[in-house]
């Protein structure tokens, strides 16, 4: 059974930065992407940064400048680095992983999360950040 736990978030004023990390069980690391979204109250869910099987990344546009999404496989664990947080940073974020590779550029040009992600996907319970300015 796979389980994604995410932690890391808190609050933090704006200019400082967030180091979130996702513990993953249950899930082979040699097929398809594994990623950061986030929620803002009201909006819906977005896509922030993927890594596939192979470790090469992508990144929404908006964040590309201030994310880094890595990964530690003896540890289990997908990490996303935020710089210079901003308020409109704000939002519940979550980790996910599938089976099927997803990429930001499309997410972002498909203007959604896809629903096949959002159903068939491994996606964790959120760690909220709270950025104030």
């Known amino acids: 059974q796979v389980h994604l736990v995410e932690s890391g978030g808190g609050s933090v004023q704006a200019g400082g930065s967030l180091r979130l990390s996702c513990l993953i069980s249950?899930?082979?690391?040699?097929?398809?992407?594994m990623g950061w979204f986030r929620q803002a109250p009201g909006k819906e869910r977005e896509g922030v940064a993927a890594?596939?099987?192979?470790?090469?990344?992508s990144y929404t546009s908006s964040l590309k400048a201030r994310a880094t999404i890595s990964r530690d496989k003896p540890k289990n664990t997908l990490y996303l680095l935020i710089d210079t947080l901003q308020p409109e940073d704000t939002g519940m974020y979550y980790c996910a992983a599938s089976p099927r590779a997803f990429h930001m550029t499309a997410i972002q040009a498909l203007g959604h999360v896809p629903q096949s992600l959002l159903d068939s996907g491994y996606w964790g319970q959120g760690t909220q950040v709270t950025v104030s300015s």
């Open positions: 249950g899930y082979t690391y040699n097929t398809g992407s």
């Open positions: 890594i596939d099987s192979d470790g090469s990344t």
